[in-house]
Structure formats: C-alpha cells, structure tokens
C-alpha cells in the first residue's frame, strides 16, 4: 500500500459519512493465514515464503487511507465540528468549535464505536494473485509509477523499502514535496541504477522496472 496522502478534510468527511450511514466503498483484507495455508496445499513455495514474511493476520489491500482515518479519530489526533444522526438516531454533538473522540460523552463514543463498516475479506490467494488484485482494486486511484512498483516482493523493493525507513528523516528532507507518494523511493531506485551503471545511466521508468523485478 502506499503512505497516507489523505488530508484532514478527507478524513473528516469520511467519519461524517459513518455516522450518516453514507454508503463508502468496503475496505478488503486478505486473510494471511488461510492464504499460506491455501499455499502450503498447492505446495508454492515462494507463496510459502511471501507469506512467512509476515505475522499480521490481516493485510489490507485497498483501503488504508480509510482505515488509518478510522483509526486516527478514534486516537483523538482531528476533530470534528458540526452535529450529526446514524441511522439508529443516535446523536453526535461535535459543537461549533470542534471536539475529538475523547471529548465526546461516553455513551457517544460507545455509539461511534458500534457504527459498521463494509469489509470484504479475501483468502486462497497465491503471491502472485495477492499482487494481481491489489493492482486491479487499485486501478481507479490514480497510483503512481512508485507506487506500483513498491507493490512487488522482490529483494531490490525490500531493500528500498528498509532504505527508506531506515533513513526516513534524511528522506523527508531530501524528498518533502512528494515523500507521501513514495518520492524518496524513486531517489533512492535512481542512485542505484546510476550506481550500478557507473555513474551513466538513464533513469527512465523501463530501468526502474527492471531494477524492482529483479531477482538478484
């Protein structure tokens, strides 16, 4: 998945629409642990190992800007303004100026807490089908290149990935436009290639491919 790129208005509005009962799109989940038991019968190793990587038991693979909303209202980390009805009529009184989760009453918070959200869960999926319906469910979201490419499990995306995190303030510095959108990624993809080629070498995205595909 990629980082969070949602601003706080997005996140206010997707709460709204919760308690509202606005219908939004369902989050999906795999189930990691009947997908490498699903692997295991097929004996795919390499599904083994994708899997083995891992020891969460869900793994979301279209949804995590609204989750990671769901998740930071309910840490208190926005508030909400304005006064809102479920659909059981419950009422939620965020007053003019705002309020956060944890300055709403008891019994509101416990009413918010109940709210559904739409979740369809996926399972039996081979490394390569996980891989497939991340980027099929994505199609509409306008991923960049980066984006894409961070998708795959091969030993370069792991080793930008770790890069990237292991020097992720040094990369908000370098990057501070674009690090949201993985732009830090592309910087370091595009020193190794040079890297690799002695200093000459074209950046372009078919080089990049071909760097994240690769299994040496």
């Known amino acids: 998945q990629r980082r969070t790129v949602w601003g706080r208005t997005n996140k206010q509005e997707l709460i709204k629409s919760l308690i509202e ?26 599904s083994v ?24 209202f309910v840490e208190s980390k926005f508030k909400l ?8 009529q ?14 709403l009453t008891e019994s509101e918070q416990d009413n918010f807490l109940e709210l559904s959200v739409s979740l369809n869960v996926m399972k039996n999926l081979t490394k390569g089908k996980c891989h497939d319906v991340f980027l099929r469910l994505n199609m509409g979201m306008n991923l960049n ?23 992720e303030p040094v990369m908000k510095a370098v990057c501070p436009n674009n690090w949201a959108r993985l732009e830090d990624h592309q ?17 372009g995205v078919n080089n990049l491919k071909k760097l994240y595909e690769s299994r040496i």
């Not at 009962?21 to 189930?31: K, M, W």
């Not at 979301?60 to 769901?70: E, T, V």
């Not at 993809?189 to 000459?200: C, D, F, H, I, Y």
């Open 21 to 46: 009962g606005i219908a939004a799109n369902p989050i999906h989940l795999l189930d990691r642990e009947k997908s490498l038991e699903y692997a295991k019968q097929c004996a795919d190793q390499e």
């Open 49 to 72: 190992e994708y899997y083995n990587q891992d020891s969460h038991e869900w793994w979301n693979l279209d949804g995590q800007q609204r989750s990671n909303a769901i998740v930071e």
């Open 90 to 103: 419950k009422v939620y009184d965020f007053g003019k100026t705002g309020k956060k989760f944890k300055e």
């Open 145 to 167: 290149e980066m984006e894409k490419l961070n998708a795959l499990d091969t030993p370069t995306a792991h080793q930008i990935r770790n890069l990237a995190k292991t020097h």
């Open 81 to 88: 303004t304005g006064k809102y009805t479920d659909c059981r």
């Open 187 to 203: 910087w370091l993809s595009r020193l190794t290639v040079v890297m690799e080629k002695n200093g000459a070498a074209d950046n």
